[in-house]
């Protein structure tokens, strides 16, 4: 038996636990926006103050943790994550303060950078052969995670069950699969990949970090922003334009986290067989803008439950992921730094959309829909480039 693959498999289980968590984390401030705000005294806007530090967290200790994980290992990376996200569900239901609140948003940003650095690469080395087909797997459970939250935030409305206890099971979870985690033997992380999807034999130019590295690092914000939108502000949406209620407004995350898994295995399949990801960075945030222009001329409660399932199928689908296999297959030897200048620009939406968007949403939702779809389209013009630069340097038929 080949222990090696054992080991990966158990490596992967793990990872793919925590991006379950990982998701829940993110949204977890908006879907319990009540309680906390009725626990610190504070509005919307204070909400979305606190909501802003999990982006900071992301962008100060993102590019951080790349490059230390490269040096140091992807284990040590990947608890320090778990640590962290305990350190937020363990002290938010005692914060009484908003300036601590936003320190413990922090750690939630810093969890996902040191999660995200230390776990993307071990898929890719613990999986050489299928590194896309792993990177894109990991929606699919950053998925459940959406989809299970709004209905224990629903269940712990109706039964006025405290969120605290909610929390503490979150962290009893963490605690399982840190155990589980810490006697695994990584894969070393020279490990070469060894696919035609992230081979280095394809090569019929030389690609240039410094122009389409950049436009690929910015589609990590583009692609980003364009689903933190929806996760996170479609509930106050449908409230405010169209008078849905809050539990009916929850409800929509939950079709968006289905549409997600759903879009995660069939884009899984075009990957694999149809379509190369270069194309798809392209066409699912095509389909994102139309399905939010469309929105924009038609806010409806059956047009919210609409776009919660348009919007999870193409936007939160894997884009990001596939942006970054295609990082990767056009440099192919910086597998920590690419994941940790990318995802950096990707925890910038984290902090800017927050700050802007309960500002439009209270001023005027429709705002806020068209600058969702501004940055979609932002997503196809910069994916159209790089498509360009690729034809270049890549032979599209090798990989």
Known sequence: MDNRKVNSYGIAGSIYANYIIQSIALIVIMQFSYDISKQLNIDLIGIGKIASGIGIGKI???????VLSDKFGRKLFIC?????YAIFFLGMPFCTNINIAFCLAIAIGAGNSFLDTGSMPALTECFPNSCGTASVLIKAFISMGSLVLPFIAVFCHQYQIWYGWIFFGFVAYLIVNTLFLLPKQFPHIDTSIKSNECSQSYF?????FGFEGILLIIMGFTTTATFVIVLQWL????????????PDANQLISYY???????????AFVVKHLLKPIFCIIILPALSALVLIIFYFNVSPAMCVI???????????GVLQLTLVVMQQMFPTRKGLAVGCMYTFSGLSFVIIPLIVPKLAMFNVSYAILI???????SVILGSIIFYRFKK?????KI
């Open 372 to 378: 969702d779809f501004f940055i979609a389209m932002s």
């Open 60 to 66: 100060l200790l993102m590019f951080v943790g790349g």
């Open 204 to 208: 019929i130019g030389k690609p240039n």
């Open 307 to 317: 776009v919660a399932i348009g919007m999870g199928f193409t936007a939160a689908g």
């Open 393 to 397: 340097v890549v032979d599209i038929t």
């Open 235 to 246: 509930p106050t949406i449908a409230i405010r334009a169209v008078n849905m209620s809050e």
């Open 80 to 84: 320090l994550g778990m640590a962290c």
């Open 257 to 267: 986290s289905t549409a997600s898994i759903i879009s995660v295995f069939v884009t």
